[in-house]
């Protein structure tokens, strides 16, 4: 049900009156598609905006508003949209088929480049999507190592298959979330993040876990970060029972840096999940790691060792046009510093966010690491100072919780002002956000705040 903070709100509409045609599109959706949208993360009260189309760091939605877009692709675009070097590939490999129902040139290539970048990377099997490849991973755990446990933390997202849709946004008990068999549910071993005491609790108590798997930057991206020597504490503990560490990088992966987060931390899991930046922003996923258990997959190991091989088809694996896309976009990731580009940038307009919110003597803040960034709304009315506030002195809990209708205002007068950001306030920056994208989203956050502050959701400075 709407909120009525929403719907008596003047920003809402303001809103309305800027998005007509997306209302229209909104109410057509709704007769055809569950809630009309697509993803979860796009649900948007009263409805999210239509886009038509994009270039670089902006995008125009299909009423004309002309938005700087920190959506990124829900994190693939870091060359921005419509790279004139990833079009060109892309359209390179239309013109030759969108689909040949055989292996091709370009996936051999494609998981070359893998295979450079990610130190993990000995082998390679595409998959379509990043919820596949932690499936996948998951699954290679298991048949490697004769367990069926997977260790976990609280607020990590790998996907929305069965293994792992508890202790993510709800469920923290580890009761099964609808439609998931508790037989499923009971075999992840969920702990809170960074803690580094309840990981090696949970690891003396369980002898059955075949793999540990975390975001390496803390969940989402680093909304819920955690400080580094607890991967190369989790490395250590992993390592010495022979539990395999898989690193979902899905995110991070040619994000962070060209080798992903094990390549800036210098810790090597023993299977990496990748996706988003490695299609080009395309569909398309991996998981990569060692050979040796890889081997699962492997027809002849398989048939050496006399055991079943791991099954994986999948109709779209290494398509010939996302293989395209990718390769033209780990090539410029890997030859370019368009990762210090984007974290660059970031970290500007974190910096500069925050001065705003003390300026406008606004006590939340805006924080991450790399090229991403989030906005902390203070639910408890904490004495904080933007700019120095450290996420990782509050409790995880804290953290991701907040008034849900007060984000959601904000982020529609961030609409309304030209700034689109995600549902929990974050976004990511592209290697082509510059300074007129840094200046634009400074201002509208600041006439965001007004706006907020005009309704009585902060009080007067």
């Known amino acids: 049900m709407p909120d009525n903070r929403l719907s008596n709100s003047t920003i809402i509409a303001a809103y309305r009156e800027r998005t007509p045609r997306s209302a229209e599109l909104a109410k057509e959706a709704q007769a055809l598609l569950p809630s009309g949208i697509s993803h979860d993360g796009r649900f948007t009260d009263p409805y999210g905006i239509y886009v038509e189309r994009a270039a670089g760091p902006r ?3 299909v009423d004309g508003n002309e938005y700087v877009d920190y959506y990124g692709g829900h994190g693939a675009l870091l060359l921005g949209h419509n790279h004139p070097r990833v079009l060109a ?18 996936e051999v290539r494609w998981a070359e480049l893998v295979t450079r970048l990610v130190p993990s990377a000995e082998r390679v099997r595409f998959t379509s999507s990043g919820t596949e490849a932690t499936l996948m991973a998951l699954r290679l755990a298991r048949a490697f190592t004769g367990k069926p446990k997977i260790l976990r933390f609280f607020t990590h997202f790998h996907g929305w298959h069965d293994h792992m849709t508890a202790g993510h946004a ?20 969920l702990l809170p993040p960074g803690d580094v005491a309840a990981l090696r609790a949970a690891l003396a108590q369980h002898d059955d876990i075949a793999a540990a798997i975390l975001e390496p930057t803390g969940s ?60 080009g922003g395309l569909p398309g996923g991996a998981v990569c790691g060692r050979k040796d258990i890889l081997d699962e997959l492997d027809f002849a ?16 694996n290494a398509n010939p046009v996302s293989a395209a896309a990718g390769r033209a976009a780990l090539e410029i990731v890997g030859a370019s510093d368009a990762c210090r580009q984007a974290n660059a940038r970031a970290a500007e307009l974190r910096a500069r966010l925050n001065e705003v919110l003390a300026e406008e003597r606004v006590p939340w803040a805006v924080y991450g690491s790399f090229s991403g960034f989030h906005t902390f709304l203070n639910p408890q ?81």
């Open 59 to 61: 995008k125009w939605d």
């Open 89 to 106: 590939a892309m359209q390179a490999a239309l013109a030759q088929g969108t689909h040949f129902g055989a292996n091709h040139p370009n």
């Open 170 to 189: 709800s469920h923290f008990d580890g009761t099964p979330t609808t439609g998931v068999l508790a037989e499923i549910a009971a075999n992840a071993v």
């Open 220 to 279: 989402s991206f680093g909304a819920v970060p955690h400080r580094r020597d607890f991967v190369e504490a989790l490395r250590e503990e992993t390592a010495k029972r022979g539990i395999l560490l898989v690193f979902d990088e899905v995110v991070t992966g040619f994000r962070v840096s060209p080798g992903g987060a094990q390549g800036e931390f210098g810790v090597t899991p023993d299977l990496t999940a990748l996706a988003k930046i490695l299609a």
């Open 301 to 316: 190991v398989a048939a050496m060792k006399g055991r079943e091989k791991i099954a994986h088809p999948g109709t779209y």
């Open 381 to 461: 009315g904490r004495a904080i100072a933007p700019e120095g506030f450290d996420p990782l002195g509050l409790d995880w809990r804290e953290l991701i919780s907040g008034s849900k209708p007060l984000a959601q205002k904000f982020r529609l007068a961030l609409l309304v002002n030209g700034v689109d950001v995600n549902g929990r306030l974050s976004g990511f920056l592209s290697a082509t956000h510059g300074t007129a994208e840094l200046d634009a989203t400074v201002a509208a956050f600041r006439a965001a705040l007004a706006m907020l502050r005009a309704e009585g959701e902060l009080p007067r400075a």
